[in-house]
């Protein structure tokens, strides 16, 4: 095999591995993507897959999916998005019909109803660790952090749709920079620290095998 398609095979077994194990989906699928492509894998960098999943959220469709995608596709390109796509489609499709045909057997058990007890404030903890984890690296200044507590109190309060919501926030951003540059202040648009990885954000020469 060659070393393209063993590092597709890997990107396929790893995101095969990383669907049926996480409750939740979704927000709560990352942690685990994290721990398996940057920990564990090393072909991205922490700072790299918290962009990728900011744009998943803002795209439409699942996270988890779009997710996938990007990560792949950032990986090995077109081959890589498309295994890692069948790979965390894979085990969820078989999942949900096996469930769909057990359903009506379980229903009411209580040992399934402790168990789902248990699972659902796990992952809550997932997806506010998720939410953490993105923060570090979307919020870097008092522009994006009142931004993202008027966002809250929005979505709290003003019953605004979710898409509507990411609109706002682009006009707003469009707005805001262009606004602090005809008055001459400087724009910081993300950490110093992330600003040297974003050139060659989708240059697949640069991941690591």
Known sequence: ???????????????????????GGGYAMIPMIEREVVIKRKWLQNREV????????????AIAI?????????????KGAFAALFGV???????????????????GNPIIEAA????????????????????????????TIVTSILTIAALFYLNIHPVLIILIGI???????KVKNSLGIATKLEKESDIKHKKDFFNVNSIRR
């Open 1 to 23: 095999m060659s070393p393209n398609w063993k590092l597709i095979l890997q990107i396929f077994l790893t995101f095969l591995k990383i669907g049926p194990i996480t409750f």
């Open 66 to 78: 779009n997710s996938a995608v990007f990560i792949g596709y950032r990986i090995a390109k077109i």
């Open 89 to 107: 489609l894979l085990p969820t499709f078989l999942i949900v019909i096996l469930l769909s045909i057990t359903f009506i057997y379980v229903k």
């Open 171 to 177: 006009v707003t951003g469009i707005v805001l920079v």
């Open 50 to 61: 918290a962009d990728i999943f900011a744009i998943a959220g803002s795209a439409p469709g």
């Open 116 to 143: 789902f007890q248990g699972i659902r404030p796990a992952v809550v903890a997932l997806i506010a660790f998720a939410g953490y984890k993105i923060g570090r690296t979307a919020l870097y200044d008092k522009t």
